[in-house]
């Protein structure tokens, strides 16, 4: 695996409102993403974790184009794509790809899986018919589907199924980065575990490089080579993923790995049940995990922790005053 960033990320930014009215009042805004710095290097998984709310897919929108940062810097293989925004997007595309939540409704209902897979060949690689053929069934191939599949609509295919085909297009046009937002969060967990074995064979076939979205925290510890986690729109801790599930140094991603399910635990740590989420309309001024924190104090209160690595360890980095130890 090279060192070479792939993508990097430079204190981006994504606010949703603001501005003001036609008689001149302020409008809300939310900040959906703040200050988010991370780096992704060439055929490595990285996990991005966190509740929901927490910014996850609108990080990886603005990742694919599909949504514009408000502020920062989004360079792609060298390419910045904020400055670049609306020129060479067929380039962009082809490059990076995006597989959906919903494996269904990311499916034209009216389209049979040849026409939607055919798209990206004939638009982003311009193949003519015969190279086409041969590269849908590579495709199929690749998902563990049959050929004869290719011409049934997406309403005949369970839900695996349609998430495999989503993969596939993906796959079509060659791209070296694919973000895959929930790719499994709504599949059954036989299903779930035959789809992440199939994105592990694929990321080693095609030479690929992902950034991984989910809440799962049991996926995410499967299929990353680091994690970043996420609050209130913020990188609050990230590290190589062995190191933050075994040696977690945020105490939000300690309250996450404690709230999981796992085997051999008899009951579930929980937060107490009159616990306040911070407002996204008036955020505090401090750490946005300050009212939930049971290691907090005025300092925190007053001011935005970086994202800071202990001592002789920049590798794993954690946005918090009073961090646990690394063990």
């Given at each position: 695996?090279?060192?070479?960033p792939?993508?990097?990320?430079?204190?981006?930014?994504?606010v949703?409102g603001g501005?003001?009215?036609l008689?001149?009042?302020?409008?809300p805004?939310?900040?959906?993403?703040?200050?988010v710095?991370?780096?992704?290097?060439?055929?490595?998984?990285?996990?991005?974790?966190?509740?929901?709310?927490?910014?996850?897919?609108?990080?990886?929108?603005?990742?694919?184009?599909?949504?514009?940062?408000?502020?920062g810097?989004?360079?792609?293989?060298?390419?910045?794509l904020?400055?670049?925004?609306?020129?060479?997007?067929?380039?962009?595309s082809?490059e990076?790809?995006?597989?959906?939540?919903d494996?269904?409704?990311?499916?034209?209902?009216?389209?049979?899986?040849r026409?939607?897979?055919?798209?990206?060949?004939?638009?982003?690689l311009?193949?003519?018919?015969?190279?086409?053929?041969?590269?849908?069934?590579?495709l199929?191939?690749?998902?563990?589907?049959?050929?004869?599949f290719?011409?049934?609509?997406?309403?005949?295919?369970?839900?695996?199924?349609?998430?495999r085909?989503?993969?596939?297009?993906a796959l079509?046009?060659?791209?070296?980065l694919?973000?895959?937002?929930?790719?499994?969060?709504?599949?059954?967990?036989?299903?779930?575990?035959?789809?992440?074995?199939?994105?592990?064979g694929?990321?080693?076939?095609?030479?690929?490089t992902y950034?991984?979205?989910s809440?799962?925290?049991s996926?995410v510890?499967?299929?990353?080579?680091?994690?970043?986690?996420?609050y209130?729109?913020?990188?609050?801790?990230?590290g190589?993923?062995?190191?933050?599930?075994?040696?977690p140094?945020?105490?939000?991603?300690?309250?996450?790995?404690?709230?999981?399910?796992a085997?051999?635990?008899?009951?579930?740590?929980?937060?107490?049940?009159?616990t306040?989420l911070?407002?996204?309309?008036?955020?505090p001024p401090?750490c946005?995990?300050y009212?939930?924190?049971p290691?907090?104090?005025?300092e925190?209160?007053?001011a935005?922790?970086?994202?800071?690595?202990?001592?002789?360890?920049?590798?794993?980095r954690?946005?918090?005053?009073?961090p646990?130890?690394?063990?």
């Amino acid at each position: 695996m090279s060192d070479a960033p792939l993508l990097s990320i430079e204190k981006a930014e994504r606010v949703f409102g603001g501005g003001r009215s036609l008689f001149g009042q302020p409008k809300p805004a939310v900040h959906a993403v703040q200050d988010v710095t991370i780096e992704v290097r060439k055929g490595e998984t990285l996990g991005v974790v966190g509740e929901s709310g927490c910014g996850k897919s609108t990080l990886a929108r603005m990742i694919v184009g599909l949504d514009a940062p408000t502020g920062g810097r989004i360079v792609f293989d060298g390419r910045d794509l904020v400055a670049e925004a609306g020129h060479d997007l067929r380039r962009l595309s082809r490059e990076v790809q995006y597989v959906f939540q919903d494996p269904v409704a990311s499916l034209n209902p009216r389209k049979t899986i040849r026409t939607i897979l055919e798209a990206p060949l004939r638009y982003l690689l311009d193949l003519d018919r015969p190279a086409r053929e041969k590269r849908l069934g590579e495709l199929m191939d690749a998902v563990n589907l049959a050929p004869e599949f290719l011409d049934r609509y997406p309403h005949e295919f369970s839900g695996g199924q349609a998430q495999r085909i989503g993969i596939a297009r993906a796959l079509a046009a060659d791209p070296k980065l694919i973000v895959l937002d929930e790719p499994v969060s709504a599949l059954d967990v036989s299903v779930q575990a035959q789809v992440l074995n199939i994105l592990d064979g694929l990321k080693d076939q095609f030479g690929l490089t992902y950034v991984f979205i989910s809440h799962d925290l049991s996926v995410v510890e499967s299929v990353s080579d680091r994690v970043a986690v996420m609050y209130f729109g913020r990188i609050v801790e990230i590290g190589a993923g062995k190191t933050i599930f075994r040696s977690p140094r945020h105490p939000y991603t300690h309250l996450l790995l404690n709230s999981a399910p796992a085997p051999g635990r008899r009951s579930l740590i929980a937060e107490d049940a009159n616990t306040e989420l911070p407002d996204p309309y008036n955020p505090p001024p401090g750490c946005a995990f300050y009212a939930r924190c049971p290691r907090h104090t005025d300092e925190c209160n007053r001011a935005v922790p970086p994202l800071a690595g202990a001592a002789g360890d920049e590798t794993h980095r954690a946005a918090c005053f009073h961090p646990h130890e690394s063990k």
